[in-house]
């Protein structure tokens, strides 16, 4: 739950012991928050602190290398212990398209759209148009999961199913 929708809930609607554990579930997460951007701090960019779709805090941060990076996301729902919860690995392919290599965590709880979000900011922030990326063999086991997703994420989506292959790409137009 946000700060925010506690603060300006019906408080009428709610009783006592659950507006108390709504509110230790904040704190908790509050908490491990300032704790986890401690930990990752030492080794990483921390990037951001967003919420899911269920409002709990994450923390989003940055590994890179020259043309090489990742983009990870870590829930503060449990404390930091150097493994992150989803990432986006990209690659920098040229002066203005950031390349997407793959995709991997927790599915079904906001994650991915959390990770879209922050690099599609630092693609803006950086001046690259474009964000592309391949859709491979090994996708076609929810590739259309995948294309909803892109799309959903404002991504021109080609699918050849023959092939099993297709390619996204996002221009910041």
Same mark, same amino acid.
């Given at each position: 739950?946000?700060?925010?929708?506690?603060?300006?809930?019906?408080k009428?609607?709610?009783?006592?012991d659950?507006?108390?554990?709504?509110?230790?579930?904040?704190?908790?997460?509050?908490?491990?928050?300032?704790?986890n951007?401690?930990?990752?701090?030492?080794?990483?960019e921390v990037?951001?602190?967003?919420?899911?779709k269920?409002?709990?805090?994450?923390?989003?941060?940055a590994?890179?290398?020259? /043309? %090489? =990076? +990742?983009?990870?996301?870590?829930s503060?729902? *449990?404390?930091?212990?150097?493994?992150?919860?989803?990432?986006?690995?990209?690659?920098?392919?040229?002066?203005?398209?950031i390349?997407?290599?793959?995709?991997k965590?927790?599915?079904?709880?906001?994650?991915?759209?959390?990770?879209?979000k922050?690099?599609?900011?630092?693609a803006?922030? /950086? %001046? =690259? +148009?474009?964000?592309?990326?391949d859709?491979? *063999?090994r996708?076609?086991?929810h590739?259309?999961?995948?294309?909803?997703?892109?799309?959903?994420?404002?991504?021109?989506?080609t699918?050849?199913?023959?092939?099993q292959s297709?390619e996204?790409?996002?221009?910041?137009?």
């Open positions: 739950m946000s700060y925010s929708a506690f603060l300006n809930m019906d009428d609607n709610k009783d006592k659950q507006l108390k554990k709504e509110l230790d579930t904040l704190e908790i997460q509050l908490f491990r928050m300032q704790n951007i401690k930990e990752i701090a030492k080794h990483a990037i951001s602190i967003d919420q899911t269920d409002e709990n805090w994450v923390v989003i941060y590994d890179r290398d020259n /043309k %090489n =990076f +990742q983009l990870m996301l870590h503060c729902e *449990k404390p930091y212990r150097g493994n992150w919860n989803s990432a986006i690995q990209a690659e920098i392919k040229g002066e203005n398209t390349h997407i290599s793959d995709i965590g927790e599915e079904n709880k906001g994650y991915g759209s959390i990770l879209m922050h690099l599609k900011e630092r803006r922030e /950086k %001046n =690259f +148009q474009y964000i592309t990326g859709i491979v *063999k996708d076609f086991d590739v259309d999961r995948l294309a909803y997703f892109y799309k959903k994420h404002y991504f021109h989506v699918i050849n199913h023959e092939e297709g996204i790409v996002w221009n910041d137009e």
